[in-house]
């Protein structure tokens, strides 16, 4: 059984950072990626990074390239978003999510419905 559990959000001025978590457990595919993907009410879901559990491609959606980092810790089963430089519109709910096939194509990475497994999610929030 696939288990997602997300830590790490919070409230955080506009300029400041935050590190997000995701233990991942359960998952019996040798190859597949891990994302992480955010959703604002009123909104759809949008994929914000993702990464290969293999290797360390990565890939990272226009809006967060430069200010946002992903990376794991296989020994911790952990993968990390480190967020910098956070502007009010980053105000989202963030899940960790997992995509069994492995690391696809640019195009189709970051697309929430190639993700089958999800967390329950963390509130960032960015405000002053």
């Known amino acids: 059984q696939v288990r997602l559990v997300e830590s790490g959000g919070g409230l955080v001025q506009p300029g400041g950072s935050l590190r997000l978590s995701c233990i991942v457990s359960g998952v019996t595919s040798d190859h597949y990626a891990i994302g992480w993907l955010r959703e604002a009410p009123g909104k759809g879901r949008e994929g914000v990074a993702c990464?290969?559990?293999?290797?360390?491609?990565?890939y990272y959606a226009d809006s967060v390239k430069g200010r946002f980092t992903i990376s794991k810790d296989n020994a911790k089963n952990t993968v990390y978003l480190q967020m910098n430089n956070l502007k009010p519109e980053d105000t989202d709910i963030y899940y960790c999510?997992?995509?069994?096939?492995?690391?696809?194509?640019?195009?189709?990475?970051?697309?929430?419905?190639?993700?089958?497994?999800w967390g329950q999610g963390t509130q960032v929030t960015v405000s002053s």
């Open positions: 990464i290969s559990s293999t290797d360390d491609r990565a």
């Open positions: 999510a997992v995509d069994t096939a492995g690391l696809r194509t640019p195009d189709w990475a970051l697309q929430p419905i190639a993700y089958g497994y």
